[in-house]
Every structure is written in structure tokens, then in C-alpha cells.
């Protein structure tokens, strides 16, 4: 065994590997701060997300690789902190300057539960302690105001609109700007300047995920906000039908034509289980989502359940992350926004394969 160096800590720590990144955590710049006293050891764990679903297992991983490799170890105390890596675009830090990421939570069809997920998985990061913002992006059918149950009207500060703030979550949404009884009738490129304002005319201030609640389908706000900002991705919800599912590749293949990564696939309104006797019943098939991923080679970030709680919590304003965060449901929707923040750094840190277009453009 090594005696207790700097030099041979660091080289034990080269034994620590991240999952998703394949690479040790000493060539990742991880490891800060390092310092010895007597036989004790002390350093920084710096990752790349608060969101990190590898984190504790670090911590064991680091303790052992020290003792295992060096003799005589005392005390072994480890500091986890994080820090988002940042998209780097001129274009993006011109429209949206103090925001480090931005992903839009898109499906191929209505009625698969996307504003819940993008509103949970917004509440999901904050929680887990990252700077979030919510883009309620959907003009037509803007919820975001009801699922945070918010009643009041955005100010403006220094000539631009300060988006509300509640569960840790940055928030604009048109449904706080018209009148929720009346219908907004935009033709499209009416709606498409209503989320170029949302983006350029609104305070976000500094952020590590700003989130937007694309409207359903292929249309063009979902174009729009392509071609405004470089993405630093997409995820797509999907139930697990097959009519959702063919939707959702639909959904892909637009964001693969526009160069907008795939984050993953999220199937939601997975399975149901029964209250009283534990059955689950597979309402809308299974694994439809999974196998998706798995021919188009993107990830699979997860699966939700069918639960009348995330739905009362949603009509409550007060999302199920939030609400009931140790209940089944919610713990689902927090590992799938730790998947997300986890494939998020890969984009920053790591060379993730392309879809195969080739698949994707097959006449289904």
C-alpha cells in the first residue's frame, strides 16, 4: 500500500468512474480543494449537476478507493457541491445570456400528460437545488398558471417582464397575461413572436435549466424556438400506445432535422396499480416507450404512473414533486429528472451517439 500523499490520493481517486461519462472522476476535474492534515483527508466532490442519481454512491466509491490503495487514512471527509456546465453559443448567450441550458419538453400528440411531466420535472431540479425556469411555450393551451396555482400578474422591472417564482421554479406562461375564460386565437406567427418575447423581453436572471412546455405536435413554435436558440435538447413524452409512440418518433425526426439532441423519451401514464389489491394493470400497453428508445438509440429517461394524486396536485397548485415528494409517483418523477440533468452533462462532457436517421426515416 502507498503512504498518504496528494499525489497518491489523487491517483486512488482514478479508480472512481462516472457512469454515464466513462471517465474517472480525477480527469473530469472533479476532485478540488484536496488537503491532508496528520492522516486526515479532505477535498471537494464538484459534479456537474445538484441532480446528480450517482452522488452518494461517489462518496462510498471515494472512501473506498483512498483506503483500499493508501495505508493509514484517518478521517476521510468529502464536500459535495455542483456546477452546471453551461451550453456555450453566441446565439444563445445573446437572447438568453444568464442561462446555462435550455430543453424543451415536447410530444407528438396532445393528451399524453406533457405540461404535468415539464411542470414536475421543473420542480424536480429546483428541489434537488439547480436555478430553474419554466417557459410555458404553449400559447394555445397555457396551463402552467393552474399547475402552480398562480393568480397573479407578472411585473416589469427595468423594462422587462420578471417572471413569477414559486417551488424554486421561475415561471411565464401567457395564461398569466389573457383572460383564462377567453380563448387565444393566434395564427402562427403571431404565437411564434409571443415566445420569441417570452425569451428575449422577460428577467430570467441566472439559471441553470430554463424548461419549455412546447404546444403538441410539429407545428411552428416548436420550429421557432429551434431556430432561435441552439437547444441544448429535447425530451419527448409519450404514453405507450402505439398511436402515441408513432407520434412521438414523428417528434423526434423533427428535432433530429433541426440538429436539436434527444435527452430522452419519457413514457408517462405507464401502468396503474391498484389501491386496494396492488394489481397493476398495463391501461395504455407497456414498454411501448422503452423499446422506442431503444430502436431510435435514444435514452429511455423513464416511466410514469397513472395516479389520481398527480392529477389532484396538479389541479391543486402544487405539484406532486412537491406536494407528496416521498410518494411513488413522485420519487419515479424525480429519478427521471436526475436522468435528465445526468444527460444533460454527457451533452457538455461527453460524445453521445447521433439517432440513426436511417431508422427514423423508415415509412412506418
Known amino acids: 500500500m502507498k503512504t498518504l500523499t ?8 482514478k479508480a472512481v468512474k462516472d457512469p454515464d461519462l466513462h471517465r ?9 480543494n484536496l488537503a491532508i492534515t496528520g492522516n ?14 450517482v452522488r452518494d454512491q461517489f462518496i462510498k466509491q471515494c472512501e473506498q478507493a483512498i483506503r483500499t490503495a493508501i495505508e493509514g487514512v484517518g478521517k476521510i471527509e468529502i464536500t459535495m457541491t455542483s456546477n452546471v456546465r453551461a451550453q456555450m453559443h453566441n446565439q444563445k448567450e445573446t437572447i438568453l445570456p444568464g442561462v446555462k441550458n435550455t430543453i424543451a419538453i415536447a410530444s407528438g400528440k396532445g393528451g399524453v400528460g406533457k405540461s404535468t411531466v415539464a411542470v414536475n420535472l421543473a420542480v424536480a431540479l429546483a ?15 397555457p396551463s402552467a398558471q393552474l399547475m402552480f396555482g398562480i393568480n397573479e400578474k407578472p411585473k416589469i422591472i427595468d423594462n422587462k417582464l420578471s417572471p413569477i417564482e414559486k417551488y424554486g421554479v421561475k415561471i411565464m406562461s401567457i395564461g398569466f397575461l389573457v383572460n383564462p375564460m377567453e380563448a387565444v386565437i393566434w395564427r402562427g406567427p403571431l ?21 419549455f412546455d412546447l404546444p403538441p405536435g410539429t407545428g411552428d413554435i416548436q420550429l421557432t424556438l429551434a431556430q432561435t436558440i441552439p437547444l441544448t435538447g429535447a ?3 409519450t404514453t405507450p400506445q402505439d398511436v402515441a409512440l408513432a407520434d412521438a418518433r414523428k417528434g423526434i425526426v423533427m428535432f433530429n432535422k433541426v440538429n436539436v439532441p434527444i435527452l430522452g423519451i419519457v413514457e408517462n401514464m405507464s401502468y396503474f396499480v391498484c389501491s386496494h389489491c396492488g394489481q397493476r394493470e398495463d391501461i395504455f400497453d407497456n414498454g411501448g416507450g422503452k423499446r422506442t428508445a431503444e430502436e431510435l ?14 392529477r389532484v396536485a396538479g389541479d391543486d397548485g402544487d405539484p406532486i414533486v412537491h406536494a407528496y415528494p416521498e410518494s411513488p409517483q413522485a420519487q419515479s ?25 436511417d431508422i427514423l426515416l423508415q415509412p412506418s
Request: net charge negative.
Open 24 to 32: 474517472d472522476i480525477v480527469s473530469l476535474g472533479f476532485v478540488k
Open 333 to 357: 418523477i424525480r429519478a427521471i429528472a436526475k436522468q435528465l440533468a445526468a444527460q444533460i452533462s454527457i451533452q457538455h462532457l461527453g460524445t453521445p451517439e447521433k439517432p440513426k436517421l
Open 6 to 13: 496528494n499525489e497518491n490520493v489523487l491517483e486512488a481517486l
Open 40 to 53: 486526515d483527508v479532505k477535498f471537494e466532490l464538484q459534479l456537474t449537476t445538484p441532480s446528480c442519481p
Open 191 to 211: 404565437a411564434s413572436g409571443a415566445v420569441k418575447q417570452f425569451m428575449t423581453d422577460v428577467k430570467w436572471g441566472e439559471l441553470d435549466y430554463l424548461i
Open 127 to 141: 428541489m434537488d437545488g439547480s436555478k430553474v425556469g419554466l417557459l410555458d411555450a404553449d400559447v394555445y393551451g
Open 235 to 237: 425530451v419527448i413524452v
Open 297 to 310: 438509440n435514444v435514452p429511455f429517461l423513464g416511466e410514469i404512473p397513472i395516479h389520481t394524486s398527480i
